[in-house]
């Protein structure tokens, strides 16, 4: 298995892009990572870039698909980001999102920490999505509001995880490694992404795309469509996994 990668990060309606994504490839592993950042003038910029750089370097000198090395991976990150809220007053409040996929020729595993999310595609449907880590989504899953409500809903931005918060820093880490096939897809986005693009229309750009560059595209497009004025920087990896 090969996997075609392609990657967008727009500022949006905003002054400055506070997300970031990047991905490191070591043979037979490859890892991918998207950060949305939060907190004060240039603190989200920081705190994601950090997250970012901070897992693909561990992966790199320490290149392991489980989930003992997803925690270790997103450890590092957030102790470097502490380190820098110590060094530099300044960015004491800086926080971030992450979601992390690394994946070889058969298999893949994830973990993410708030509310940027991993789609995985097969048969051009979604089979899994991660769960947000903020208040909306323990909404829905107490039954207050529905699903669509999360997108708009006024507590979006209330993150009940990130990294960068001193504590407990619980990640989700999926335990086992998922198969992959010739055929299937990934999708890692923020949630400037993802408010603006809705898991069907996910699947019919899908449907209409023959390399990632084009789905982000048809998905970017309607984004550009929908947003007005200082709406949110959106980000998002797009894969396609190849025999």
Same mark, same amino acid.
């Given at each position: 298995?090969?996997? &075609?990668?392609? +990657?967008?990060?727009?500022?949006?309606?905003?002054?400055?892009?506070?997300? *970031?994504? %990047?991905?490191?490839?070591?043979?037979?592993?490859?890892?991918?990572?998207?950060?949305?950042? #939060?907190?004060?003038?240039?603190?989200?910029?920081?705190?994601?870039? &950090?997250? =970012?750089? +901070?897992?693909?370097?561990?992966?790199?000198?320490?290149?392991?698909?489980?989930?003992? =090395?997803?925690?270790? *991976?997103?450890?590092?990150? /957030?102790?470097?980001?502490?380190? /820098?809220?110590?060094?530099? $007053?300044? #960015?004491?409040?800086?926080?971030?999102?992450?979601?992390?996929?690394? =994946?070889?020729?058969?298999?893949? @595993?994830?973990?993410?920490?708030?509310?940027?999310?991993?789609y995985h595609f097969s048969g051009g449907?979604? &089979?899994?999505?991660?769960?947000?880590?903020?208040? $909306?989504? %323990?909404?829905?899953?107490?039954?207050? &509001?529905? *699903?669509?409500?999360?997108?708009?809903?006024?507590?979006? !931005?209330?993150?009940?995880?990130?990294?960068?918060?001193?504590? !407990?820093?619980? $990640?989700?880490?999926?335990?086992?490694?998922? /198969?992959?096939?010739?055929?299937?897809?990934? #999708?890692?986005?923020?949630?400037?992404?993802?408010? *603006?693009? +809705?898991?069907?229309?996910?699947?019919?750009?899908?449907?209409?795309?023959?390399?990632?560059?084009?789905?982000?595209?048809?998905? %970017? %497009?309607?984004?550009?469509?929908?947003?007005?004025?200082?709406?949110? !920087?959106?980000?998002? @990896?797009?894969?396609?996994?190849?025999?």
């Amino acid at each position: 298995m090969k996997y &075609i990668t392609a +990657t967008l990060s727009n500022v949006g309606g905003r002054s400055e892009n506070q997300d *970031y994504c %990047a991905f490191v490839e070591k043979s037979p592993f490859t890892c991918w990572v998207a950060a949305d950042g #939060l907190g004060g003038h240039r603190g989200g910029e920081v705190a994601s870039r &950090i997250a =970012a750089q +901070t897992i693909l370097d561990e992966f790199a000198k320490e290149p392991e698909m489980s989930a003992e =090395a997803m925690v270790r *991976y997103i450890k590092s990150a /957030q102790d470097e980001i502490i380190r /820098q809220q110590e060094e530099e $007053p300044k #960015l004491f409040s800086m926080r971030t999102t992450v979601v992390i996929l690394i =994946a070889d020729h058969e298999g893949a @595993i994830w973990s993410h920490v708030g509310d940027t999310r991993l789609y995985h595609f097969s048969g051009g449907r979604i &089979i899994f999505q991660t769960k947000d880590h903020s208040v $909306p989504q %323990a909404m829905f899953d107490a039954g207050d &509001i529905s *699903y669509d409500e999360i997108r708009q809903h006024e507590d979006r !931005n209330r993150l009940l995880r990130t990294l960068g918060h001193e504590g !407990n820093l619980r $990640p989700a880490v999926e335990k086992e490694s998922h /198969q992959v096939q010739a055929g299937d897809a990934f #999708l890692l986005c923020t949630d400037g992404f993802w408010e *603006y693009v +809705t898991e069907t229309e996910m699947e019919a750009d899908l449907a209409r795309s023959d390399t990632p560059e084009k789905w982000l595209a048809d998905m %970017a %497009a309607r984004i550009i469509s929908r947003a007005e004025g200082k709406y949110d !920087n959106y980000t998002a @990896i797009a894969l396609f996994a190849e025999k």
